[in-house]
């Protein structure tokens, strides 16, 4: 069986138990965590480094910081990038002293071919809600998304035949979108309120994956 094949029964596996409905109370988040990739080549061969920024909710302050750095054995397949980054993100969150309620992934979940992105993957092996935010669209069926009115906190939905997938949301004035998306175990008002709340002016992004990426770049400096 082809490798393709066999990743895509194991995303149906997972497809019935997803959940677009908030498992905890706002109320109770005191940690959340920020996930980012990078990569690099070496010869023939792949390398990635996982960071995972764990930031107060209430303070917005950097609790923890922790990395793992890796070979990469899985090639890149369009759809299944979730088997590529999986090893790298539980071995990174095993170093974790902290215990996160909610984790934000750069990259998209239910926003997916198949309504399994990363986060969304991920969220049965973390055993934790989790959001994706992602800098870029990723065009499902054909299908474009309505540019949110020019104002802060303004959002529309991204519907694909009907369903609502995720939202394109305005972080800043007169800066391109950014999109959102459940992973599993929250809903979609919810995961777009989180967002905003980590949104400084510095930046179109939440704080949490921004300062996840900043540091995959520092690291990936450090290791090539």
């Not at 194991?10 to 965590?33: C, G, H, M, T, Y």
């Not at 170093?95 to 998209?108: H, V």
Request: glycine share 6%; aromatic share 12%.
């Amino acid at each position: 069986m082809k490798r393709e094949e066999l990743y895509r029964i194991e995303q149906e596996k997972w497809l019935s138990k997803i959940s677009l409905k908030n498992n905890f109370q706002l109320a109770d988040i005191r940690l959340v965590a920020g996930v980012d990739i990078a990569y690099w080549t070496e010869g023939e061969n792949n390398f990635g480094v996982c960071c995972v920024v764990v930031i107060d909710y209430i303070t917005k302050q950097i609790i923890e910081e922790v990395e793992y750095c890796g070979q990469i054995v899985v090639p890149y397949i369009s759809g299944y990038l979730a088997f590529r980054e999986l090893p790298l993100v539980m071995e990174a969150v095993k170093r974790m002293q902290s215990k996160p309620d909610l984790y934000m992934f750069d990259g998209n979940g239910y926003l997916h071919f198949r309504k399994m992105g990363i986060a969304t993957h991920a969220s049965f092996y973390l055993n934790k809600p989790t959001i994706l935010v992602a800098k870029s669209y990723l065009r499902i069926e054909e299908t474009d998304f309505q540019m949110p009115t020019n104002e802060v906190g303004n959002f529309t939905n991204i519907k694909v035949n009907g369903e609502i997938y995720g939202a394109a949301l305005r972080t800043r004035k007169d800066v391109k979108p950014i999109f959102v998306s459940c992973g599993n175990w929250i809903d979609l008002e919810t995961s777009i309120k989180i967002t905003q709340h980590f949104i400084e002016k510095s930046s179109r992004l939440p704080i949490t994956t921004r300062y996840a990426d900043l540091a995959t770049h520092e690291s990936r400096r450090k290791y090539s």
